[in-house]
């Protein structure tokens, strides 16, 4: 079976870090492109990072640019956020994904998401 | 704003047919294909439709999706109340080099 398990949310405080992992199984983790979509309370799905299979290309949202670092370790199957200069406004539900395809997004699967709250 | 344009909600009886629309640019749905997913609340999303118009194995073709220039469609025929969930749209932006969504469209099963 397919499967993503994200890890790492918690509650920080702004201004604060914070890594997300996502272990992948199922699959061969290595040919297929990753991303991470996120998900605040009462709004909709947005895209936040994109990695390539090697992990030579990457690309970012406006918002985090600067901010976050998505990575992976082909060897151990695993994708990465590291989250630096968190605000309010980055507390959401993280989600890591996979691109089935090269061509076009076909995110598939989702994990179930890890929890991310900034708060004082 | 979302980049990509949805209704905030549709809504019909069981058993009938509904339809989203989701409209973008040349700088994406004009020249990329357009992904669909199903999202229930405290589940992980789900792909509906990729490619365009292609639905992954597993999902029904009550479930289908098209496009014509920079405007895509998902379309649900025989809806049920499981059907109600929050559903996006989203494609890659060539001007952006990133992947956008719709706002999402809450479907309402009467």
């Known amino acids: 079976e397919v499967q993503l398990v994200e890890s790492g949310g918690d509650l920080v405080q702004p201004g604060g870090s914070l890594r997300l992992s996502c272990a992948a199984s199922?699959?061969?983790?290595?040919?297929?492109?990753m991303n991470w979509v996120r998900q605040a309370p009462g709004k909709g799905l947005e895209w936040v990072s994109y990695i390539s299979s090697s992990g030579d290309t990457v690309y970012y949202a406006d918002f985090v640019k600067g901010r976050f670092t998505i990575s992976r370790d082909n060897a151990k199957n695993s994708l990465f956020l590291q989250m630096n200069s968190l605000s309010a406004e980055d507390t959401a539900v993280y989600y890591c994904?996979?691109?089935?395809?090269?061509?076009?997004?076909?995110?598939?699967?989702w994990g179930q998401g890890t929890l991310v709250t900034v708060s004082s | 704003q979302s980049v990509l344009t949805q209704p905030p909600s549709v809504s019909a009886a069981p058993g009938q047919k509904v339809t989203i629309s989701c409209s973008g640019s040349?700088?994406?749905?004009?020249?990329?294909?357009v992904s669909w997913y199903q999202h229930l609340p405290g589940t992980a999303p789900k792909l509906l439709i990729y490619g365009d118009d292609k639905r992954p194995s597993g999902i029904p073709d009550r479930f289908s999706g098209s496009k014509s220039g920079t405007s895509a469609t998902l379309g649900i025929t025989g809806l049920q109340t499981g059907d109600e969930a929050d559903y996006y749209c989203g494609t890659w932006d060539n001007s952006l080099s990133a992947v956008v969504f719709g706002g999402g469209t809450k479907l309402t099963v009467l």
């Open positions: 994904v996979r691109d089935r395809s090269p061509v076009g997004t076909e995110f598939d699967p």
């Open positions: 199922g699959f061969t983790f290595s040919n297929d492109e």
């Open positions: 040349t700088s994406n749905i004009g020249y990329n294909y």
